[in-house]
């Protein structure tokens, strides 16, 4: 089960500077223009064998100028809804401000763990200045300087010990588990209210336990699977659901608690930046993917080269992963809705693929024969050994070689290729590692 951790706080207090110390990135490009993509404000962070994720909802607000209290509050319900672990950062050099108070008063009264962490204590003499944020009432402030770093690793102490202790989740290891993804009103309640049909008996919940994100157990029609409820399906939330931006938080924990993803896009009004989001997220996750091509039944042109038309446009958008099914449906008809599961059977099913040693080696031998990788500076590279790795989450495969940093991204892309054309790994990613023999 995939642990949340939310950073909240107003304008300016450093969310960034802090998300990026503890994901050890760059990636949030600290910049105040708004509407710079926003997946970039999503994280994994491992600390002493603990791994979780982490959110900085400030870059989710689309104006990140103009935020005004009501932004600010519905940054901070989201958080208190999704996440276990509350950040609170404040700027330990403007002391308390009133947006301060707004966000302490609100956090006050939710029941999630908060840690309240005062940002910019880059010397000694600013932890003095930290004890005028226990008027917040939210227990003793942590001093960290998020650009130094000083004190992250004391913050993330306190964040792996405020974890839920939680009871594992009764859930079968070899069943696989679907979760259906997308854009608010792409269909997701329709397509899952389509395949559970009126029979809700057939159905059987295991109750998670914080956040109830519900494995909902399916087996009929000889198939036998786990859907894994996100939050949108569960109940209208207080947030108003036209948020756009708040689906992608609550699709992170589906995704990461599913083996393949369905991502849902609404036919009738095509590929949007937040389905690209979402798509980064599966694959940042390493998650099966199958995309489902919603609502066709609205859609006037149904012509073959309409669906050729509709399915590059997808997948030049998500390039360079490309070989993934697209499926086009309707909830609502109840058309190719079981094909969708078939696929998702056969996405799980590669993922799982195992090829012999020997088979392989034969097959890639032959296709570095054809293509050897390019010399660098007069030296060449020899590939002299292929094998897959056994337990990897996803299929992996090592090859062997004299100069294994020499292998430029190019041509790792041309042996993937090959690998897809030779067996069938659609709608998985692959790793390729080079390593010295």
């Not at 600010?72 to 958080?79: E, G, L, T």
């Not at 993804?181 to 389509?194: C, F, L, M, Q, W």
């Not at 009929?220 to 399906?233: P, Q, S």
Request: charged share 25%; glycine share 6%.
């Amino acid at each position: 089960m995939g642990r949340l951790v939310a950073i909240v706080g107003r304008p300016n207090v450093g969310k960034s500077t802090l998300f990026n110390r503890l994901t050890q990135t760059r990636t949030a490009i600290v910049d105040d223009t708004s509407g710079t993509t926003r997946d970039r404000q999503y994280g994994k962070v491992d600390w002493c064998g603990q791994e979780f994720s982490i959110v900085d909802t400030g870059g989710w607000v689309v104006n990140s100028e103009d935020i005004f209290e009501g932004e600010i509050n519905k940054q901070v319900s989201i958080a208190i809804e999704e996440a276990d672990v509350i950040l609170f950062v404040v700027d330990v050099r403007n002391g308390v401000t009133d947006l301060d108070d707004m966000v302490a008063q609100i956090l006050r009264r939710s029941k999630k763990p908060v840690i309240l962490m005062a940002n910019k204590a880059d010397t000694n003499e600013w932890q003095y200045q930290a004890a005028e944020f226990y008027s917040l009432g939210l227990g003793d402030p942590l001093c960290v300087s998020a650009s130094t770093g000083s004190g992250t690793g004391d913050l993330l102490d306190e964040i792996v010990r405020r974890f839920p202790t939680k009871e594992e989740e009764t859930v079968e290891e070899n069943i696989p588990r679907f979760a259906i993804v997308g854009r608010p009103n792409a269909g997701k309640s329709s397509i899952i209210n389509a395949f559970i049909g009126e029979e809700r008996n057939i159905v059987t919940n295991i109750a998670g336990t914080t956040r109830d994100s519900i494995y909902t157990r399916y087996d009929k029609f000889g198939f036998d699977f786990y859907l894994v409820d996100t939050a949108g399906i569960r109940k209208k939330n207080k947030v108003n659901e036209d948020i756009e931006y708040y689906s992608v938080i609550r699709s992170i924990r589906a995704i990461e608690n599913s083996d393949v993803c369905i991502l849902m896009i609404d036919a009738t009004r095509g590929i949007e930046g937040q389905d690209a989001n979402i798509f980064s997220l599966i694959h940042k996750n390493n998650k099966g993917l199958v995309v489902c091509v919603n609502k066709w039944d609205l859609v006037e042109d149904k012509s073959t080269d309409a669906i050729k038309h509709f399915e590059n446009a997808i997948r030049n958008k998500f390039a360079p992963f490309t070989d993934f099914p697209i499926i086009f449906t309707s909830a609502i008809t109840k058309q190719r809705i079981y094909k969708v599961i078939d696929t998702a059977v056969e996405v799980y099913k590669n993922r799982k693929r195992v090829i012999p040693t020997s088979q392989l080696n034969n097959y890639m031998q032959e296709v570095i024969g054809a293509y050897p990788p390019p010399a660098n500076k007069g030296k060449y590279i020899k590939i002299k050994y292929v094998t897959m790795l056994k337990e990897a989450r996803i299929p992996s495969f090592v090859f062997f070689c004299n100069l294994p940093q020499w292998v430029k991204e190019p041509y790792r892309r041309y042996l993937e290729n090959k690998i897809r054309e030779k067996w069938n790994f659609s709608g998985t990613p692959i790793n390729l590692f080079m390593r010295e023999k």
